[in-house]
Structures are given as C-alpha cells and as structure tokens.
C-alpha cells in the first residue's frame, strides 16, 4: 500500500499542496474543474493503482473554496465531515427537492447525496490542523453567486462551511473502491454575491501549502 492521492482541479492548487508536503509517497494530480470530471479521473487513478498492486491509503479532495462567513473566514482552512451534491435533484414549486427523496431506488443512488468522510483519516488530518473549521462542504456544479442562492442553501444546509466543485465527485470515486476519503479546504472568497475584488485568492494558495504539511503526517499515521 502505498501513501495518499490528492485530487485537485488545477494545477495551481496541484503546485500549493506538493509545496507544503513532506512525504514523497503523496501523489498530487489536478484532474479539471467540476465533479464529473473529478470522478471519473479519481476512479481510473485508484483503479490502476489497485491493478498494479499499489493502494493509496486515502483519497483527498483539495483545493480552495468559497466559505460562509459565519463559519470560517476568508484564508481559513476547512475539513470536510462529509461531501453533499448540493445541486443533485430537482425543482417543484415548493422548492428543491434533493435526489434522495423522489423516490429512486437506494442502489440507484450510489453513496446518497451525502458521504462522510474516513474516521480515522479525517482524525488524524485535525490532529495536524487544530485550527481547522470542521464541517459538511458543499459541492455545487454552478458557484453561487447572489444572495437568494446563497439563502437558499443556508436554509437547506444550516450546518455546511464552505462550497467545492469536485469533492462529492471524488468522494463517490473512493467510496466505490473503497479507500478512505476525506476533503481539504482553504477559503478564498465568502459565499454570496458575486465579487472578484473580494477574493483572495494567493490567500488561500498559501493557507493550503501550510495545510498540505498536515497529510504527510496523516499518511505516517498509517491511515
């Protein structure tokens, strides 16, 4: 077996987190932008490393993030508890109506709108980023940009810090093969209406090479 993939969507968030490792053992790829693409390169990464007999231990969805301000702010950290398609369902005229409740199957629903994240991997990555804010991130396939969007997603999700674009894709990846998940976060920008000026962006880039130290001492752990 051997150490930790980390997935990210672009090679500027790929270059932030192998500055800040110190286990050459991490592999760090930046697949493209948005959960489709995240999954599908995930799946095909663990899958050739199980075929030649090399596991990772972990699978790490990082990058930066738009966070809630209530929750953490702009340059913060943010470990995810769990992965939830914030966007996968439909729209009634009694509002959003995620996909696990119109009725489907249970198989045909893979690992539900929501997957938590590794116990154990998820320990040890706040045992090395104490200051981290922990809780649900959102992954969104259109980035919220207005203030009813984003009250609409306080009102479904009351206990989310931040949203993402790849890690439910990554997370329904690793949960098919098996192999711990968790997901890592710095915050650029508030969520809300959107505002360029407000993001900081080479912020956020740093908070994660500070952060990366953090998964090489998760893989020592033997998670």
Same mark, same amino acid.
């Given at each position: 077996m051997t150490g930790l993939l980390v997935i990210t969507a672009v090679p500027a968030e790929a270059e932030a987190v192998r500055a800040g490792l110190s286990d050459p053992a991490t592999t760090v790829v930046a697949v493209g932008v948005g959960p489709a693409v995240a999954g599908a390169a995930t799946a095909r990464l663990l899958a050739l490393a199980e075929a030649g007999g090399r596991p990772y231990r972990g699978?790490?969805?990082?990058?930066?993030?738009g966070?809630?301000?209530?929750?953490?702010?702009?340059?913060?950290?943010?470990?995810?508890?769990?992965?939830?398609?914030?966007?996968?369902?439909?729209?009634?005229?009694?509002?959003?109506?995620?996909?696990?409740?119109?009725?489907?199957?249970? !198989? %045909?629903?893979?690992?539900?709108?929501? =997957?938590?994240?590794?116990?154990?991997?998820?320990?040890? @990555? #706040?045992?090395? $980023?104490?200051?981290?804010?922990?809780?649900?991130?959102?992954?969104?396939?259109t980035v919220t940009g207005t203030a009813t969007s984003t009250d609409e997603l306080r009102r479904r999700?009351?206990?989310?810090?931040?949203?993402?674009?790849?890690?439910?894709?990554v997370a329904v990846a690793a949960a098919h093969a098996g192999v711990p998940f968790v !997901? %890592?976060?710095?915050?650029?920008?508030? =969520?809300?209406?959107?505002?360029?000026?407000?993001?900081? @962006? #080479?912020e956020? $880039?740093?908070?994660?090479?500070?952060a990366a130290a953090a998964l090489s001492t998760a893989t020592a752990t033997g998670t």
């Open positions: 699978v790490v969805s990082a990058g930066v993030a966070g809630f301000p209530d929750h953490v702010p702009v340059g913060g950290t943010v470990l995810g508890s769990s992965a939830i398609a914030a966007d996968l369902g439909a729209e009634s005229p009694e509002g959003f109506i995620p996909v696990d409740q119109l009725g489907m199957p249970a !198989e %045909l629903l893979g690992g539900g709108v929501r =997957i938590t994240a590794d116990r154990a991997l998820l320990a040890a @990555l #706040r045992a090395g $980023l104490p200051a981290a804010t922990v809780g649900p991130v959102l992954t969104v396939t999700h009351p206990d989310a810090v931040a949203e993402a674009m790849e890690g439910y894709g !997901e %890592l976060r710095t915050i650029s920008n508030p =969520i809300g209406p959107r505002d360029r000026d407000a993001w900081r @962006l #080479r956020a $880039l740093e908070a994660l090479t500070a």
